[in-house]
């Protein structure tokens, strides 16, 4: 079968001794940062993504994808052991894991989540490469019409889905759109936003903004809350689950592997909101839901499974239609950019070797984590004791020399540094910039689409809507729009 | 009766947008604009700053009307110090070399959290230095001038 020959070819690229190496770099890397608080997986990928300009295109990608769900996997590790989610998809873990871990139940935690984690990210990847070649060579039939009406839902599901408010969401994903024009029109060649600095004619590389409003921004709000509170962890003693443990949570890492699965597809939505919809599925179904806050597993394994499952599932619009479906994701197609791949349908067919290694590299990312996470818990929390005044110097100057060194250009930092500043504003203000580094990337996308559209139906709108993919996509737009007014109606904070 | 800001981070943002979409149509309006047929450079970025401009618009009206509790104090020391550590690498960078712009930056960068050690910020500033020199100069061979 083709699925097997492709697999085969993943394998063979992800088990060259280099990728694995990086494969393996990127799980640790992730799983540093997934504990370490105050560090999530953006500013890590935004701090190194310029490491991996020198690094083969597969090569770059396996590592900072193993980052990203590396972070995902372990992010529960300090939530069960310190009470502190090490990033914010595993904050509802806290919920039950840390009393599990009060009870002196913290191993069998850690080890149903690890299980789940697994189970889940295989079931991600199983998906991903069960769909993503169909969903592809669906996506290859869009002309520019239906590419701008499948721009205009990404964006509108982003402002609508995402956390925070519908108003301001609008606002920072028209703010990264404006941001997309800077530099260069490629049509007309005209200079647009530049204010006559040959510094901007190449527009704004993502880079600065993701450098400046995640890791910057990160650093200053950390700072400005008094850096990280600690806690004592709580007593480790057998890893192992009962048979009780393994009997409750079967389920729950089924639900939450297909809740985890179809919300990670969605933009706007990922590991974050996949893990909070699965905790309050557990407490729906639960029959007796009083136990859920004081260890319950239930509310451990869900979440933590659909927190995996839509860590891999996320990747999939990104891959086969060139849509992010987050902030991270908007990072990872900057990066395939800077390395000469455009994500998008034709991916799979033209770089068959980047898309099925990448994918039997998450799969063998994930076995890797529930190998490496398991024995070395001891080992991540005595990281936990590394002062966070210690880690500021250290990302900030990363975070300099890997804005500097994209185009040698000391601009780009001060720019960055601007963005920094801004960033920290938007947070005092509660604008996610998560819409915006998606309108940034989807700007230019939908820009070139519009015009491309508009010119072959001569100047007509209704080329949209007479189209039936791209009417679908602009009703789809409309329900999504209509629900998040309904939301957002008088007496609710919208 | 008089307007109460009852949500000044709505209200802010608010402003904002008006503010940066109000300047994106003035320059904007400037290149050609052209048509839905031929839309000119123009096009684009007039009509996400329309958009900007009625969603920042609705944002000042909406932050009038609803309370929102809560809010972040603005941390000034973290902002000034840590913006100024990125500016002082950018400044120095291309013109006294890696080492010395990381040691000055990263002694900075320490100075952002309540009470910095002086001592404790030297010699992470100097360990920064090195590491820095070692990795990106040695190891990935970026043509950074040491000095």
Not at chain 1, 458 to 469: C, E, H, K, S, W
Request: hydrophobic share 55%; glycine share 12%; charged share 10%.
């Amino acid at each position: 079968m083709d699925l097997f020959a492709h697999l085969a070819t993943g394998f063979g690229v992800a088990l060259t001794p280099d990728n694995f190496l990086y494969c393996l770099l990127g799980a640790t890397f992730g799983t540093l940062v997934g504990v370490l608080p105050g560090i999530g997986p953006l500013t890590t990928i935004a701090m190194l993504l310029p490491l991996t300009f020198k690094m083969t295109p597969v090569a770059s990608l396996i590592m900072l994808s193993g980052i990203y769900y590396g972070a995902h996997h372990a992010g529960s590790t300090t939530a069960i052991m310190l009470n502190t989610p090490g990033d914010p998809s595993s904050i509802v873990i806290c919920l039950d894991g840390h009393p599990m871990a009060r009870q002196g139940r913290a191993g069998p935690a850690l080890c149903i989540s690890a299980i789940g984690s697994f189970f889940a990210g295989s079931f991600g990847v199983l998906l991903m490469a069960l769909f993503s070649p169909p969903l592809a060579s669906v996506a290859l039939r869009f002309a520019a019409p239906e590419y701008t009406s499948l721009v205009l839902v990404a964006l509108i599901a982003t402002v609508v889905l995402a956390r925070g408010r519908f108003l301001l969401n609008i606002g920072m994903s028209l703010l990264g759109l404006l941001l997309g024009t800077v530099g260069t029109d490629i049509e007309s060649g005209t200079m647009r936003f530049t204010f006559a600095s040959p510094n901007l004619a190449d527009g704004i590389n993502f880079i600065i903004i993701a450098v400046g409003v995640f890791a910057f921004a990160e650093l200053i709000a950390n700072l400005g809350r008094g850096g990280l509170a600690r806690t004592a962890p709580a007593p480790l003693r057998s890893l192992l689950p009962q048979r009780s443990d393994l009997m409750a949570s079967w389920k729950p890492i089924l639900r939450g592997t297909a809740l985890g699965s179809a919300l990670g597809l969605l933009p706007g939505t990922g590991p974050m909101v996949s893990s909070f919809a699965a905790y309050s599925l557990e407490r729906q179904l639960a029959a007796d839901r009083g136990r859920f806050g004081n260890g319950a597993i239930e509310g451990v394994a869900g979440p933590e499974a659909a927190n995996n499952a839509a860590a891999i599932t996320h990747f999939i619009p990104m891959l086969t239609l060139g849509i992010p479906a987050g902030a991270a994701m908007a990072l990872m197609l900057g990066a395939m950019l800077v390395q000469g791949i455009a994500p998008g349908p034709r991916m799979i067919s033209e770089h068959p070797d980047v898309f099925w290694g990448l994918l039997a590299s998450m799969w063998l990312g994930n076995l890797m984590l529930l190998v490496l996470n398991l024995p070395l818990v001891g080992v991540w929390i005595k990281l936990l004791s590394l002062p966070y005044r210690i880690l500021v110097p250290a990302i900030l100057i990363f975070c300099c020399i890997g804005v500097y060194s994209v185009n040698n250009s000391a601009f780009d930092v001060m720019l960055a540094a601007g963005f920094g500043v801004l960033g920290y504003a938007f947070s005092v203000l509660r604008c996610q910039p998560m819409p915006l580094i998606v309108g940034f990337i989807l700007g230019p996308v939908l820009e070139q689409n519009m015009r491309r559209a508009l010119l072959l139906s001569r100047g007509d709108l209704g080329v949209f809507v007479t189209r039936p993919i791209s009417l679908t996509l602009l009703v789809m737009a409309v329900c999504l729009l209509g629900w998040a007014a309904y939301s957002m109606r008088p007496g609710r904070d919208g | 009766m008089k307007p109460v800001i009852r949500d000044s981070g709505g209200f802010v943002a608010g402003l904002l947008f008006l503010s940066v979409g109000l300047g994106a149509i003035g320059i904007a309006s400037g290149y050609r604009v052209g048509s839905a047929l031929h839309m000119g450079p123009g096009y684009f970025p007039v009509v996400v700053g329309v958009l900007l401009v009625l969603v920042g618009a609705a944002s000042v009206v909406r932050a009038l009307s609803v309370t929102v509790v809560g809010g972040e104090r603005v941390a000034l020391r973290p902002v000034l110090v840590i913006g100024a550590a990125v500016a002082v690498f950018a400044l120095s960078i291309d013109r006294i070399g890696l080492v010395p712009t990381v040691f000055i930056s990263a002694l900075l960068a320490c100075m952002a959290g309540s009470k910095p050690a002086v001592l404790e910020s030297c010699v992470i500033a100097a360990v920064l230095s090195v590491m820095a020199a070692g990795i990106f100069h040695y190891g990935l061979k970026l043509p950074f001038s040491l000095f």
